[in-house]
């Protein structure tokens, strides 16, 4: 089989030709309602499905489209990457860290991921944007695990104490301090947790949790790239309030919020 690596140089030279980008600066992941506030940055002036290019398996989730827009803020070239995958669905930490290798071949430096989670403090609830300081992996696996990676990436041993960047992050709350830090725990899904498990969370100091972004952080990290993680918390995580939890809530928070995430985008791609 080809390497990760192989297969995400690949993909990023389709990229390339397919939306005449050489070399992008910054790429987002767009989480669960993070597309429609990103897409208000500015018009594409590409759009690649992402089920053509190499490597990419098709999202099965609802409100996941797979597709790479490609946008000009103002001469940053950005890469909005829609259609993330998860372990839970089947996926192997590898194709899951996949779209992020590939944009990070396609040049970019600095990798945004953005997720919807689920939050452990009541004083951070639903709407809530919260910038990721680092991360517990409950997944048990990595997109390190397999063969060592290749010349010219470092060692799979990769160094994670700087993986959600202090610069990014610094110049993230100078710019919007309205925002708080928290550490988002990684779980697998994709049953919610259980109140006990929540609990668990708690105490290991975790204060959001999440079925992604890990996996693409580490793999981001590993491949040189600067990482900046952003959560918008849909709902508070299980037994912190006396409500049930439901997929059809985390849309809605999602819609609600997309005018005030394309706003707080604008102010950070400047200071990326
Ligand atoms: I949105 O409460 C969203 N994603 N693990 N737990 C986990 N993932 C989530 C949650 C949650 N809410």
């Known amino acids: 089989m080809t390497n990760p690596y192989q297969l995400a140089t690949e993909a990023a030279d389709e990229l390339r030709v397919r939306s005449g980008v050489d070399a992008y600066d910054v790429a987002i992941v767009l989480g669960s309602g993070w597309k429609e506030g990103a897409l208000a940055l500015g018009t594409p002036f590409a759009e690649v499905a992402t089920g053509t290019l190499r490597g990419f398996v098709a999202p ?8 790479i827009f490609s946008i000009d803020v103002q001469g940053v070239k950005i890469a909005l990457v829609s259609g993330r995958v998860h372990l839970y669905e089947g996926n192997t930490a590898d194709q899951v860290a996949h779209p ?51 010349a010219p990436y470092g060692s799979r041993f990769v160094d994670l104490t700087d993986l959600y960047s202090r610069r990014l992050r610094t110049a993230v709350l100078a710019t919007a301090p309205e925002l708080s830090e928290g550490v988002y725990a990684g779980f697998r899904g994709p049953h919610y947790e259980t109140p006990a498990e929540i609990a668990m969370a708690r105490t290991m100091g975790a204060t ?26 849909s709902n508070l995580a299980a037994g912190v ?19 005030s995430l394309g706003e707080l985008l604008a102010r950070l791609i400047p200071v990326l």
């Open 208 to 233: 959001l949790v999440g079925m992604s972004t890990v996996l693409e952080a580490i793999a981001a990290r590993h491949m040189g790239a600067e990482v900046l993680g952003l959560s918008l918390v």
């Open 100 to 150: 992020v290798r590939t944009v990070i071949a396609a040049g970019a430096k600095t990798v945004v991921l953005t997720n919807a989670c689920g939050g452990i403090d009541l004083t951070k609830g639903p709407g809530s944007v919260v910038v990721i300081k680092d991360h517990i992996n409950l997944t048990a696996t990595s997109p390190m695990e397999g063969a060592a990676p290749p």
């Open 60 to 67: 099965t989730v609802v409100g996941h489209a797979g597709q």
């Open 241 to 259: 309030a006396d409500a049930p939890l439901s997929h059809l809530e985390v849309l809605e928070a999602g819609q609600k919020a997309a005018a």
